[in-house]
């Protein structure tokens, strides 16, 4: 597995001293490749979070330009960015923030067609898009790839984050209703920026835990936040025998 240099082991002191990470778990981060589906809410929590973590390589994947209204809620932007292209700013940014990441820009909408050959080679995915067809066709190829997924939503002041290993997956949670078309997205809804910070943080966390291996596997369970009482609870998904994308049939 790859070393950590000097500058690295300084930089990710406080990382390395915790024992369920220590070195070993310091280059389990360094060696990932991560891709960030959504440089949005979610992903503008998971790619600072990630980046910083020196999680090694990064693929951000956005067909987006900034727009002024995404500003309450996404911190990796500024109001001059209005205009530019979502992905190519997040790279940007990781630059920025450290150098030792390898992130690649995606400007491209993923769907059904694109996403088995968008995702391939990736060790974790983290969705973070806005609506249930996206969500749905990135499960569909985390599945049929064998990549884990780590699938974030947050829409008005409700909020839910779930890892996926390929059984159960999303498509057993969220059925086939929602495939056609975009029939939630927080444009017309509404989100509290604080909260798609919050679930977005979750998501981060889930990921990095999963790469290092730490606490017990979160996989088939999904945590579901309530931005008004501030609590969160967890459900276990059970797999449908039936799904369409992990199931037996
Ligand atoms: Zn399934």
Partial sequence: MTDLSDTELE????????????????????????????????????????????????????????????????????????GYSKADLALQFVERLNHFVKASPVQQRIGTDNAPQLLAGHDLVIDGSDNFATRLAVSDACVALGIPLVSAAAVQFQGQVGLFRSKPCYRCFVGDAFDSDDCDNCAELGVLGALSASVGSFAALLAINSIVGVGDDQAGRLHLFNGETLEWRAIRIPPDPGCRACGSA
């Fill in 11 to 82: 930089r990710y002191a406080r990382h390395i001293v915790l024992p369920q990470v220590g070195g070993v778990g310091q280059r389990k981060l360094k060696a990932a490749n991560v891709a960030v589906i959504g440089a949005g809410g979610i992903g503008s929590a998971v790619i600072p979070a990630l980046a910083g973590a020196g999680v090694g390589r990064l693929t951000i994947i956005d067909e987006d330009v900034v727009e002024l209204g995404n500003l309450h809620r996404q911190p990796l932007f500024r109001e001059r960015d209005a």
